[in-house]
């Protein structure tokens, strides 16, 4: 069963760049059978695509963030990250990282347990 | 970009009770590429139903999903108490993906 963990600071400084890191266990990152994504969550608000990546490394941006966001796999460690650059306080969310199959029709089916990140000095 | 509207924003209903949530789109969600999702407080969403209209894996049969174009429907035939939860609609056949605000289901 695909199960899937975020880490990274709970803390980042407004400017600064904020990255995080998703463990995929119980599959492997490099199977073209899955999509990987990123999702956020400001507090008491709804839900925002940040972006997606293939395991081959095409990836796709919600416009309103590409100019700030890169999305990469790290295959020997069965992971794939987030950075968002230059950040500010609106910023501050729950990111959530998730998977879908790799058929058009497939949704986002498996996620994280989520990690809070706050932008703040 | 595809705005998606739900509505109501707050549906107050008792256990036993049907809900009906709707989700509209600004513009026609390709191949009914539409999802549901629920969460409840301090847990990442949880998918019920895609491509409008099937469940996903291990979601209970008062869940389902009907609609295409711009107008989705997601109905729970019999509310149970876990159920009360905040359910948002998300479309993702075309870039960039977007979600719906929610519509939070709560006991009467």
Redo the contacts between chains.
């Keep these: 069963q695909l199960q899937l963990q975020e880490s990274g600071p709970g803390l980042v400084k407004p400017s600064e760049t904020l990255s995080l890191t998703c463990t995929v266990s119980g599959g492997s990152i490099s199977s073209s059978s899955y999509y990987w994504g990123w999702i956020r969550q400001p507090p008491g608000k709804g839900l925002e695509w940040i972006g997606s990546i293939y395991y081959s490394g095409s990836t796709y941006y919600n416009p309103s963030l590409k100019s700030r966001v890169t999305i990469s796999v790290d295959t020997s460690k069965n992971q794939f990250s987030l950075k968002l650059s230059s950040v500010t306080a609106a910023d501050t969310a729950v990111y959530y990282c998730a998977s879908k199959g790799y058929y058009p029709r497939d949704a986002f089916d498996i996620w994280g347990q989520g990690t809070m990140v706050t932008v703040s000095s | ?1 595809i705005v998606l509207t739900q509505s109501p924003g707050t549906l107050s209903l008792s256990p036993g009770e049907r809900a009906t949530l709707s989700c509209r789109a600004s513009q026609s969600v390709s ?1 009914s ?1 539409l ?1 549901w ?1 629920q969460q409840k407080p301090g ?5 019920l139903i ?2 409008a209209s ?1 469940r ?2 291990g979601i209970p049969d008062r869940f389902s999903g009907s609609g295409s174009g711009t107008d989705f429907t997601l109905t729970i035939s019999r509310l149970e108490p876990e159920d009360f939860a905040v359910y ?1 609609c ?1 479309q ?1 056949g075309s ?8 519509t939070k289901v709560d006991i009467k």
């Design positions: 970009e191949s590429y999802a999702y847990q990442a969403p949880r998918l895609y491509g099937s996903a894996t948002y998300q993702y870039s960039p993906l977007t979600f719906g605000p929610g």
